[in-house]
């Protein structure tokens, strides 16, 4: 594993699922009192991580191969929910819970990658 360094290209893959994960849920907060607005959730990265193929599709623009409902080969999704009276499904409550999920799968992506470099430091003997 440490040959290959996979752990850097995990790590980054982890960090940048977390921040559109959290774009996803800035997009539901911002659109919580707008008439009709259905919420939207991702993937969750172990899913996309088990699917996601040894040598990656390359793009050369965003929609070019997953699609516009995917960022990263992540599916976004419309989230369970019950509908207010003006049909919008956001959930505050939810939502927070989210926000505060995202932030520690990036902090973990960020654990991650400190943790492979402090390994790398010690094998070439620096620490």
Do not use: C
């Amino acid at each position: 594993m440490y040959q290959s360094l996979d752990l850097f290209r995990v790590a980054g893959e982890m960090s940048r699922h977390a921040g559109a994960a959290q774009a996803v849920t800035a997009r539901n907060l911002a659109n919580a009192d707008t008439p009709g607005y259905r919420a939207l959730q991702m993937t969750p990265f172990k899913e996309v991580y088990r699917q996601s193929p040894a040598t990656p599709m390359r793009t050369t623009r965003p929609g070019h191969v997953t699609g516009p409902d995917t960022i990263g080969g992540a599916r976004i999704t419309p989230a369970e929910g019950e509908a207010k009276p003006n049909g919008n499904t956001v959930s505050l409550e939810r939502e927070m819970v989210r926000a505060v999920d995202n932030q520690r799968q990036h902090s973990r992506a960020l654990a991650v990658y400190r943790h492979t470099m402090t390994i790398l430091r010690a094998s070439i003997g620096r620490q």
